[in-house]
């Protein structure tokens, strides 16, 4: 090879060195997803967090990385697994399942979004400092069902105008259960019935729970709203149906399979607006310039086929209201 072409080769790869370094694709944004309960009976509300992000372009896969993490409901492992999402050096972290993955998160990291999906007021269990002007790294969506205790109560006394007694379920590692409880004991007593009170966490909590409804002779059983509860939710409602007790639900997913009736907003529309929040801050909205979501409509849902069996009468004026009657 004479030197002038030798030369011409050298300077063809300089150059051809470098164009090739600069076409390589950027590193995809991760980002964590931090749970209080498992994967499983979340898959229809991850759907809903993947349209959201969507949405705004963003496809988990293609363009996104995300990395889950799940307690399993053992709340104790929350911090642990927080940590990790950190160490992993993700871009932003939504949370699932009560205030409890929102503060493990939180005390993690001050500087990582965090985007929380919860049931309780934010503000009050010291997630954000306002509804509108969050602050901080932290803002969400909050679908508001825990606050709905006293509505659902109203709407089972209605369908079960003679009872006696009614049941109350509660997580009791739930800060927002346990705060709301008294207002519904008292609601109850004020009404002429007696309350009878169980805390469950795991599926044995829940059997156990039922026994003592039987026993005391419930006669009907207000679920509060709780992670833990719908990760269970076919075992809840196939024990009221096994021992005939009228039950109110939090969320439609319950009435999904089988539960008698539900009142509250529709979460999977809250963890589709959480997916939006995520995708618009990794193109650069910081976190307190989103003011945190409420919902602005609540359903009801009546399952006639569980009622019929259970020998539950519906007032008409209820079926009326319902937004979605299932026959």
Not at 9 to 17: E, P, Q, S
Request: aromatic share 8%; charged share 20%; net charge neutral.
């Amino acid at each position: 090879m004479r030197r002038r072409d030798f030369v011409k080769l050298l300077g063809g790869a300089a150059v051809t060195w470098p164009l090739g370094a600069h076409a390589q694709q950027p590193a995809m944004p991760v980002v964590g997803f931090l749970g209080s309960s498992s994967p499983g009976p979340y898959v229809p509300m991850l759907d809903a967090f993947r349209r959201g992000l969507k949405e705004i372009g963003y496809v988990e896969g293609q363009n996104l990385a995300i990395e889950y993490r799940w307690a399993e409901n053992d709340w104790s492992r929350l911090p642990k697994l927080a940590a990790d999402l950190i160490q992993r050096q993700v871009a932003a972290i939504a949370t699932s399942g009560g205030s409890a993955p929102t503060h493990a998160a939180m005390a993690a990291t001050a500087t990582i979004p965090i985007v929380f999906v919860t049931a309780g007021d934010p503000v009050k269990f010291g997630l954000v400092a306002s509804i509108n002007q969050p602050g901080g790294n932290v803002t969400g969506i909050n679908f508001f069902t825990i606050e709905l205790g006293l509505k659902r109560l109203g709407i089972l006394r209605e369908i079960v105008p003679k009872a006696k007694t009614i049941a109350v379920l509660l997580n009791p590692e739930s800060h927002e259960a346990e705060a709301g409880l008294g207002g519904v004991e008292s609601a109850i007593r004020a009404g002429g019935q007696q309350p009878i009170v169980a805390r469950a966490v795991t599926a044995a909590d829940i059997d156990t729970a039922f026994a003592t409804f039987v026993r005391e002779r419930a006669d009907a059983l207000l679920i509060v709203s709780d992670p833990v509860f719908t990760s269970r939710r076919d075992q809840l409602v196939a024990l009221a149906a096994r021992f005939a007790i009228p039950t109110i639900y939090s969320l439609r997913e319950f009435c999904d399979v089988g539960g008698l009736i539900s009142y509250g907003s529709n979460i999977k529309d809250a963890y589709q607006q959480a997916g939006t929040y995520i995708a618009r801050i990794l193109k650069g909205t910081k976190p307190a310039e989103l003011p945190v979501m409420q919902p602005t409509k609540f359903e009801l849902v009546i399952d006639l086929k569980t009622a019929k069996a259970l020998g539950v009468d519906i007032p008409p004026a209820l079926l009326a209201l319902a937004d979605q009657v299932i026959e």
